[in-house]
């Protein structure tokens, strides 16, 4: 791997970077420590890793950066913290032109990622949105074509759902189920959760149809199934027991063609989802108060390499933001399906709600309260009101940053 630009053996001895990352990322804290190591031997900097819980990392910043600290040099952002972090943060335009880093090949929604009021603040590296896996098998004897509404989803998962097979499966726990309203009620409309101004859009007959959607598709599932998280429900499809399941393609899309892990081997295809998934984009920054400035700014330009991304991407799992790696023929060898994975990527949208200093308050409410809708304990339209309510009493609790758009961002 090449040596990142501006930056020669030697020139950062005895300089210790401190890079902040998710905490529980096993696959991404060794990929790091795989370039760290690299990154010693070329430049004599040592990287130290440390974690924090991902729901800690936003306030971890903050609280740095505020407390004049310094104590993280490079840091990995959820791209959904932007509003309330990325003031924080050195801007890079300048160094990425004296560098001459090329920047297109981040497309589509990842070009947007770390470059809020197009100023870069940071090098996107990570992201993916929901894919929708389906027997090829069962539709082509059964004569049918590929949904791409949620309405043809649902009668062909009606049709296919017999003969020991489940006309479909995924993820019920309350968490998942967020993630699956936002498609169903987004559509091929790409309607907006919020309006600028922050007020919920879904408490309308658009939400109801959603619930009701979801209803219907969930009633084709195996009994159980809003116990099954991501592992559970992964399984049933690997098993060759449900005809289509909409998941987070790195949890599923290794296994696929493992004839050790799969019964389906050959006999399934990707497409994107009836309705948009939620992107889950990261990027690394480096803090306006690292005293290592240069420093981080030669171990990012390696670890967001192109060879870099290959790496982290075949070896440890982390999915790339760079197209050219995403449809790396290599990348295609281990992840059949990757060019699903960026189509879809590119027809979903950010969620301008994590914006929220208490966001997370709403989201796992409403997680609850869907699952209630959806195993028939309230109804439909109880459902999306009070979701609607949980979010205004969350709202007025805490507006989140002045003058915000609270409106969901999409790439196309």
Known sequence: MALSQGAHAGEFDGVVITHLTQGGAADRIAGYKALAEEFKARTGATIQIVEQPWEQMQTAIINDAIG?????DVIDVDSGWDANVAAYFETLDGRIAAAGVDMSDYQGL????????????????????MVMFYRTDLLEAAGLAVPTTWEELNAAAAALNKDGVYGYVGAGVSVQLMKMFFGAYMGNEKRVLFTPEGKPTFNSPEGVRALDRLKELFSYAPRGVFGMDIPEADQVFLNGEAAFTIEWPDYIQPSLNDPERSKVVGKWAATVPPGPGNAGPWYWA????SKNKDASWAWLQLISSPEASKSLMIDHGIYSTRNSVLLDKDVEAKFPGMQAVVDSYKASFYPSFIASPTFLDWFLGSADIFSAA???????????????????KVFDASK?????????????
């Open 68 to 72: 004049g600290t310094g104590s993280y």
């Open 110 to 129: 990842n070009a947007l990622i770390g470059a809020a009021n197009n100023v870069r603040h940071g090098i996107p590296f990570t992201g993916r949105s």
């Open 286 to 289: 480096i803090s306006g108060g």
């Open 374 to 392: 959806l195993n028939g304990s309230i109804t439909s339209a109880e459902g999306v009101q009070q979701s609607a309510d949980l979010w205004n």
């Open 400 to 412: 989140g940053p002045q003058g915000y758009n609270w409106s969901d961002v999409f790439a196309e």
